[in-house]
């Protein structure tokens, strides 16, 4: 029997003073009923290198199978900009990343639940992730909040130009869409309609079985990278109760899926132990990495070098947020299995072409790109794109400004990504990497 959650929520005490959520005692491992996924969620190591801490891995989900190390692709709304579902599976694509929050925003749960879940909807016969719509609660740009009742407190990123960091914002193409963040979850404005909806532990559990995704996400708070440590660390408390709410959301109800929790701290070291610490002590079906991972890339490796000798390597593990080139080749090496990001998707809108074999770029933009008519855009690549056209017809596309071109480089883009990871499984296969 599942204990309530009443104390989850905040409380008054003696005082009638409200009682913050990071103030209360986390749930621990012996109050979690009994959970076992091993009929429908199966996890192996295949190989783990001798050169360094990157490891082959196998995960078998009732929608198929995902080879690791793996990048996947982002789905917000269901779909890769420019490429259908089935076109994203033939590009090699083993697992897609769809978000709660905006199918929550853009479509209607419910009855894609009674048509089956997104695979059906999507007809995409492939493994699927789901986020939380937690990471909303960064990207849409923190809001201004008073002490009201069991409102908590945050801070304010109002010169979004002045602090970057490593991982993206929307906020200013979304700014106050977010109303309040309470220990009971986001208040959060549509920005379809402005209608009102507000997503929590529970609720996001709920939409993302009403989706049906292979592996889910708890609900948790993204806090930007200039927060303060004295809030980062009553927001990572906060986490901490909303992920174990999640998860016992889950336990009543599987559905053949996984979940995964979601690691915070920041980049302070000793928060993301503690994390880690508490995470892994519940019955989770796998890891991620999430919040903000520093400035840059130097400074998110040396965060993943301090804790990924701390991270279980009996179950996958999954950095939210990062894919590009770059920080893929440098954190393979230090045991993570999974990525996803819009970085192919993106970097085709912007006129790269990704060369697996190389581990690089290059801008179709370029003149010399106009006379290249019997190359195609990578020639050990076997996509669709570099099958059929050259790099001289997509350059002529683009200066042309069709459409078609966003499809064709966004088709090599990806499978470009595809065929990188695989590169790298065989290297680690053969203790090269």
């Known amino acids: ?204 559990i709920k939409y993302q079985k009403q989706l049906g995704a292979d592996i889910i996400i708890p609900f948790d708070e993204l806090p930007p990278y200039h927060m303060d440590e004295n809030k980062i660390l009553r927001s990572l408390h906060r986490t901490h109760h909303w992920e174990a709410t999640s998860l016992l959301e889950h336990i009543k109800d599987p559905r053949k899926q996984a979940i995964y929790s979601v690691i915070h701290g920041g980049v302070n070291i000793g928060m993301r132990k503690q994390s880690i610490d508490y995470l892994t002590s519940l019955p989770f079906d796998g890891i991620a990495l999430g919040g903000s991972l520093g400035k840059d890339r130097n400074e998110m490796k040396k965060l993943l070098e301090n804790i990924m000798p701390f991270i279980p390597k009996n179950k996958p593990n999954h950095l939210l947020g990062i894919g590009d080139l770059e920080s893929i080749t440098s954190i393979i090496p230090l045991g993570v299995d999974s990525f996803d990001s819009s970085y192919p998707t993106r970097s085709a809108r912007h006129n790269q072409i990704i060369v697996a074999d190389k581990q690089s770029s290059f801008s179709i933009r370029n003149q010399e790109n106009r006379l290249k008519v019997d190359e195609p855009l990578e020639k050990s690549c076997d996509c669709h794109t570099c099958k059929n056209y050259s790099i001289a017809y997509i350059h002529h596309l683009l200066k042309s400004h069709e459409q078609i071109y966003f499809t064709l480089t966004t088709q090599h883009n990806l499978r470009a990504m595809a065929r990188l990871m695989e590169n790298f499984r065989n290297k680690i296969l053969q203790d090269e990497v």
């Open 1 to 204: 029997m599942i204990k309530s959650f009443k104390r989850f929520y905040g409380t008054l005490n003696n005082s009638a003073k409200p009682t913050r959520l990071y103030e209360l005692p986390l749930k621990n491992a012996s109050e979690f009923p009994e959970y076992d996924s091993s009929d429908y969620f199966k996890f192996e190591v295949i190989h783990q290198s001798k050169k360094s801490n990157a490891r082959v891995t196998k995960i078998t989900t009732p929608h198929g199978v995902i080879m690791q190390p793996n990048f996947v692709p982002v789905g917000t709304v269901g779909t890769v900009k420019y490429l259908d579902p089935i076109s994203t599976k033939e590009t090699g694509s083993q697992l897609m990343f769809v978000n709660t929050y905006h199918m929550v925003v853009n479509s209607d749960p419910k009855l894609i639940e009674e048509v089956g879940g997104l695979h059906k909807f999507l007809n995409y016969q492939n493994p699927i992730i789901t986020d939380s719509g937690g990471f909303q609660v960064f990207s849409l740009g923190h809001p201004e909040s008073k002490n009201n009742g069991n409102d908590v407190n945050v801070d304010v990123l109002n010169k979004y130009d002045e602090v970057r960091e490593l991982k993206g914002m929307s906020g200013k193409k979304y700014q106050g869409l977010i109303q309040r963040i309470k220990d009971t979850g986001v208040e959060f404005l549509s920005y379809k309609n402005g209608d009102p909806f507000e997503l929590g532990p529970v609720s996001s």
